[in-house]
C-alpha cells in the first residue's frame, strides 16, 4: 500500500483531498502542530519518519495582501518548504505533487495562460510561490505542479464564497471588483484532479517519468469577481440563505485598493490536464451550485 504525506490537512483543499486521496493508499495527513512549514529540520523529521512514496503539498502561506510585509514568512512556507519536499522526495525515490497559483502570472495577457508562458508575478506571494516551483523543478525529477486558482470550499476557513454570503447577510448593498478576471475552483474539483493524477503515478510510471512537470487546473468557464458573486448570490438565494442584500455594485480596481496588486486578467489554461483526465473541467456555476447546496445542507 502507497503511502501519502499530505500536508495542510485542515485546509479547505486539504480536506477534500483527504478523501479523495484515500482510496490510493494510506493517507497521512499533517498540519501546522505536526509540521509547521516554516521550520525546515521538521519538515524533513517528519518525512525521514514517514517515508512517503508520494507527496502532495497542498499547504501555502496565501494572504496575499499580508506577503507584501511579510516576505520572509511567505517565502519560508512557499519557496523553502515546497524545496525541501523535493528534495527529500527525491532522496527517497518517491514523488511529489504540488499546488501552486494563478498569481505568477502578471494578468497582462487577454487569452488563458498556458503551462509554457513566462511567469512574472506582480506580488510577493506571486513571487514566493515562483520561487518554490523553481526549488521543485531543479530539486526533484519525479514532480507534478499543479496551478489554480481562486480556491473555494465548504470546508475550511474563510473563502471568497463564504465572504460574500456572510456580507450578502449583513448588507443591504455590495461593492465587488469588476476589473479582475479569472476562474474559480471548488475544491473538491481540484481535489478530484489531484486524486486521479495520483493513480496514474505508479512506481513503474514514476521511474519513466510518463507524468511531470507543470498543469493548470481550474473549473471551466470566466468570470470576473463581480460576476462570481452575483452568481454566489442568485444561486444562494434560489436555496434559501438568509440574505438581505439587494444591489451588487461593479467598482474598479482602483476605487477597492489593497496593498498586493493583482493580475486583472488570470485564467489558465486547462487543455493539457484536460487530455490527462480524458475530460474538461465542470464549469464553474455547477461547481459553485453543488458547493452551495453542500453548505447549505450542512447548516440545516
Not at 200 to 221: C, D, M, R, V, W
Not at 287 to 292: D, F, P
Request: charge should be positive; proline fraction near 6%; include cysteine.
Amino acid at each position: 500500500m502507497k503511502r501519502i504525506l499530505l500536508t495542510g490537512m485542515t485546509g479547505q483543499l486539504g480536506q477534500e483531498l483527504q478523501q479523495a486521496l484515500a482510496p490510493l493508499g494510506e493517507v497521512i495527513g499533517v498540519d501546522r502542530k505536526t509540521m509547521d512549514l516554516a521550520q525546515p529540520a521538521m519538515i524533513r523529521q517528519v518525512i525521514v519518519d514517514v517515508k512517503p512514496d508520494l507527496i502532495v503539498n497542498a499547504s501555502a502561506y496565501t494572504a496575499v495582501d499580508r506577503a507584501e510585509t511579510e516576505i520572509e514568512l511567505a517565502n519560508s512556507i512557499n519557496n523553502t518548504a515546497p524545496t525541501i519536499m523535493a528534495e527529500e522526495t527525491q532522496r527517497l525515490g518517491g514523488f511529489l505533487i504540488h499546488v501552486s497559483t494563478d498569481y505568477i502570472f502578471d494578468g497582462q495577457k487577454n487569452t488563458p495562460y498556458h503551462e509554457e508562458d513566462p511567469p512574472n508575478p506582480i506580488n510577493a506571494y506571486g513571487q514566493s510561490k515562483l520561487l518554490g516551483e523553481e526549488g521543485i523543478q531543479k530539486t526533484c525529477e519525479r514532480h507534478l505542479i499543479l496551478r489554480t486558482a481562486w480556491i473555494y470550499g465548504a470546508k475550511g476557513k474563510g473563502n471568497f464564497v463564504k465572504t460574500i454570503l456572510k456580507l450578502g447577510a449583513e448588507r443591504e448593498e455590495l461593492r465587488v471588483v469588476v476589473d479582475q478576471v479569472g476562474a474559480s475552483s471548488w475544491a473538491r474539483d481540484i481535489a478530484g484532479a489531484i486524486a486521479q493524477l495520483g493513480r496514474q503515478i505508479t512506481l513503474e510510471q514514476a521511474q519513466k517519468f510518463p507524468l511531470k512537470g507543470i498543469y493548470h487546473f481550474t473549473n471551466s468557464g470566466v468570470a470576473s469577481w463581480y460576476d462570481f458573486a452575483v452568481a454566489i448570490l442568485e444561486e444562494a438565494k434560489q436555496l434559501g440563505f438568509p440574505l438581505k442584500v439587494q444591489r451588487v455594485a461593479p467598482i474598479t480596481t482602483p476605487e477597492y485598493p489593497t496593498p498586493a496588486k493583482r493580475p486583472a486578467y488570470s485564467v489558465l489554461s486547462t487543455k493539457k490536464i484536460s487530455a490527462v483526465l480524458g475530460t474538461y473541467p465542470p464549469h464553474w456555476r455547477k461547481s459553485l451550485r453543488q458547493m452551495l447546496k453542500q453548505l447549505y445542507a450542512e447548516k440545516l
